[in-house]
């Protein structure tokens, strides 16, 4: 287990808290069901607008280099979206094996169409795959969503479902500034906790994964 940025080649953006921190409760709710507002809707409201833009490449290089990723690998991306990575993971590596998890109809639906098979619907606490089904399993800013008793479950799950590799991104703080930044701009996550809390987190569930923190 080590903290490594593997995602330090993904575009960095100036994220306008101002704006998000005056999202109505309207918004809010809207938000939490992770449709069409979430993801195609307002900034207020979540991503803004989710579409491909080709900046997930060399992220996935980046993780076919760490981990020794091949054609013959298996990936499974929990919180896949509209599957932007994982189109990019067969692009790279023709023939891989890929599959995606989602709790959104909406980006399943509207998902790439050369993952579309490869997704399903369901919950991060719940993953339908027996044991030791994937090389490397990811999960970025999506295990942060649910409250803290089922943040221990998904990451128990994670750990269940591969048989080598596995690699998180959450929302963590180091001061009370980061904090009072983070519930600004949070509109969906219940789970925040300090760098330190989430490593002891980590301990108590077993999870030996690979992590980067989501700060703000």
């Given amino acids: 287990m080590a903290e490594i940025d593997l995602m330090d080649s993904y575009p960095k953006t100036v994220r306008p808290i101002d704006e998000r921190s005056e999202a109505s409760q309207e918004d809010r709710i809207l938000s939490k069901r992770f449709g069409k507002e979430y993801f195609d809707g307002t900034r207020q409201q979540g991503c803004g607008g989710y579409s ?72 991060c606490r719940e993953l339908p795959f027996p044991d030791d089904s994937f090389d490397l399993v990811i999960s970025i800013t999506t295990i942060h969503n649910p409250p803290l008793d089922e943040v221990k479950t ?14 998180i991104k959450v929302g963590a703080y180091r001061t009370e500034e980061e904090k009072a930044l983070l519930d600004r701009w949070n509109v969906v996550a219940n789970t925040f906790m300090y760098c330190h809390e989430w490593e002891e987190l980590f301990q108590e569930v077993g999870y030996t994964g690979d992590y980067v923190w989501f700060l703000p």
């Fill in 52 to 123: 491909y833009d080709g900046r997930w490449k060399p992220v996935v290089a980046r993780f076919i280099e760490y981990y020794g990723l091949t054609s013959s690998s298996k990936i499974l991306d929990v919180g896949c979206a509209k599957g932007f990575m994982l189109h990019d993971f067969q692009e790279a590596l023709p023939g891989v094996t890929v599959a995606g998890l989602d709790i959104s109809n909406y980006t399943l639906t509207n998902s790439m169409e050369s993952v579309r098979p490869f997704l399903s619907l369901g919950n």
């Fill in 154 to 167: 998904a990451l128990m799950e994670l750990e269940r479902v591969s048989s080598a590799h596995k690699f």
